[in-house]
């Protein structure tokens, strides 16, 4: 499951160019319903619900959800211990995202935005009626608090929100956002996603008698505005979160239709094949599979069988979501800071064997930090790409210019050998030899060192035959897989040689660029800039990808600042496949068509025991 973290404000975008007035008064700001990428949303000011919902949808039944590893805080604000899943049911945002369009978003706590032709601040006004769980209204100070919190506690928050300057109440519904920088067409967008926290309750007294404290992690369960409430903690293991029968936000247009089901539990497990064990009892009821192999031969068991576990492969999810899966170097550490190392390490990683051996043909490599997206690069750059690229051409390789990039193919044993002998070129033109059959520094004789770090044993089997190519070539190489934990830890503080992340892309590229790629996001701690990026040709597309005027300026843009990530050779580009795999015991409903953009669980399904 997905981390509650900072979940849709720092992985998924949204912004307006054009939309509906929602007020005419000539004195005051022009507020719309909503914000959307390109021309006017698809729904308009007066409708009922989303399509992709069944408005009569019965509320009742519950789910029972998988975690893995464990929890210690509900805390959403910091970046620091590990946030339960499903926090984000408690709380609601400003806009809620259409998940039947690419980058729309519609008013929840908030009625309305506004902001000026030049974007230099933004205005939400909330909704009179938005109340928190105790009855208490949700007001401008709340918003107030909750932004000044994430951008002083988390530094995720901090990058993410760098170009909002300060948020002030400006009426008596209305808080103003301002902006050190014009024409930044997402910022609006990005703060409408801004988790809202109630900040009477974080001030006052918890149930020891002493004051609360927003800036340490706690298991006391926290209170929200959203549609869900904590009702049992088995601290570690299990949460158990109700459906709140007197949630303020029930009958709104944009929730209509959705968190139908009653209860909603999570189980955390250490150990991927003990869930699934437990998927397959009838203990946990859903089954999302990331393994092509598992998928293939891991439901020969009577329940898959006969249709008490149904499966389905869905492309839904990822229509909006470019993905970037690979191995990441970490150049903090000065072996990898040479191109030619990166490159090389990329030669060994034989990826037809692996897909042919372990997942019966069914991946498809990553070529693009866009990948599956109209934004990935190819071929040469041609048009507005090409005119980019030439107006930071002293700050970018000259081979993106001349040579489109290109993983190596394995999958035969000439293919490897080539492989082989050009990654050990590579690294003997960056000042590593090879010497008894260890690759070791030419002038040092310090051998060469590498050591994966994974959080889930199941990795294993995908990494351990990269392993022992590298070997092969005289590397030093193993893995070392720690429990989440540690793994959280040691990723934020950048202690590994090489990990796997993967990154995922929405159709609208923008700030979150600079805390991937960005130099300020390498040296900070926590950010997600795993590869220790830190190159001014980059910095500069990245800006030119926030500012984008309009979409084939966007494109141009971000296909750019593809091609130069990879001719860097950042990251060593691994796998993905094209759907989504779940599987789950049958006992859901959901309409026929789901939204085109996501699965829509379990947001929009509901129990058929509800439905008796």
Not at 160 to 169: P, Q, S
Request: charged share 25%; net charge negative; with cysteine.
């Amino acid at each position: 499951m997905a981390s509650a973290r900072l979940k849709a404000g720092l992985v998924f975008s949204f912004i307006c160019l054009l939309a509906l007035p929602i007020s005419s008064k000539a004195d005051e700001p022009q507020f719309k319903i909503g914000t959307a990428i390109l021309g006017d949303l698809k729904y308009q000011p007066g409708f009922q619900h989303f399509d992709y919902v069944n408005p009569t949808a019965p509320k009742g039944g519950e789910v029972k959800l998988s975690s893995s590893g464990t929890f210690d805080t509900f805390n959403p604000v910091l970046l620091k211990g590990n946030v339960a899943d499903g926090t984000e049911l408690i709380y609601d945002t400003l806009l809620k995202k259409a998940d039947d369009e690419a980058n729309s978003s519609y008013g929840l706590l908030a009625e309305g935005v506004s902001y000026p032709d030049d974007v230099s601040s933004a205005t939400f006004r909330l909704r009179a009626e938005a109340k928190w769980a105790d009855g208490t209204p949700v007001t401008p100070e709340d918003v107030i608090f909750s932004f000044e919190k994430f951008k002083e506690l988390n530094p995720m928050g901090a990058s993410y929100y760098g170009h909002v300057v300060n948020a002030e109440k400006t009426g008596d519904r209305d808080v103003t956002f301002h902006f050190n920088e014009k024409g930044n067409r997402e910022l609006p967008s990005i703060l409408g996603q801004l988790t809202i926290l109630p900040k009477h309750w974080w001030e006052a007294a918890g149930p020891d008698g002493k004051p609360r404290d927003i800036s340490r992690t706690t298991l006391e369960p926290v209170m929200g505005s959203g549609p869900y409430k904590i009702a049992s903690v088995q601290p570690g293991s299990a949460i158990r979160y109700e459906l709140r029968d007197d949630y303020w936000g029930k009958n709104l247009p944009v929730n209509l239709g959705q968190n139908n089901f009653a209860a909603i539990n999570y189980v955390y497990f250490v150990d991927y094949d003990v869930a699934f064990e437990a998927f397959r009892g009838n203990t946990i009821d859903y089954w999302q599979d990331n393994s092509a192999s598992h998928w293939v031969t891991g439901y020969d068991f009577p329940a898959a069988k006969d249709g008490r576990i149904k499966r389905e492969e869905l492309p839904n999810t990822l229509r909006s979501v470019g993905i970037m899966q690979a191995l990441v170097p970490n150049m903090r550490r000065e072996r990898f800071k040479d191109e030619r190392v990166r490159e090389a390490l990329n030669y060994a990683y034989d990826f037809e064997e692996l897909n042919r051996t372990l997942s019966f043909g069914q991946l498809t490599r990553v070529n693009s930090f866009f990948f599956g997206t109209k934004f990935a690069s190819s071929g040469l750059p041609q048009g507005a790409e090409l005119d980019v690229l030439n107006s930071v051409k002293d700050k970018v390789p000259a081979d993106v210019f001349t040579t489109p990039y290109a993983n190596p193919v394995g999958g035969d044993p000439q293919k490897i050998r080539d492989n082989f002998r050009k990654a050990i070129s590579l690294f003997k033109d960056a000042g590593w030899v090879l010497k008894g059959n260890k690759m070791v520094n030419a002038q040092t004789g310090q051998p060469f060192t590498l050591e994966l770090l994974l959080s889930n044993p199941s990795y294993e089997r995908s990494v351990l035959p990269y392993i022992q190519n590298l070997k092969r070539i005289g590397i030093d190489a193993s893995v070392r897989t720690v429990d989440p934990s540690q793994y959280i830890n040691r990723i934020r503080s950048f202690d590994y040689d090489m990990m796997w992340n993967v990154w995922a892309e929405t159709l609208n590229p923008g700030n979150e660029q600079a805390e991937f790629w960005g130099s300020a996001s390498a040296a900070r701690q926590g950010s997600r800039n795993y590869a220790g990026i830190a190159d001014p040709g980059v910095d500069a597309l990245i800006q030119k990808v926030i500012l984008a005027k309009d979409v084939a300026e966007k494109e141009a843009t971000a296909k750019a600042l593809d091609r130069v990530l990879l001719a860097h050779h950042y990251v060593l580009p691994t796998f993905y496949g094209t759907t989504t795999r779940i599987a789950y015991w049958d006992k859901f409903e959901h309409l026929p068509d789901l939204p085109y953009y996501s699965i829509g669980f379990p947001d929009v399904w509901w129990s058929k025991s509800a439905a008796k």
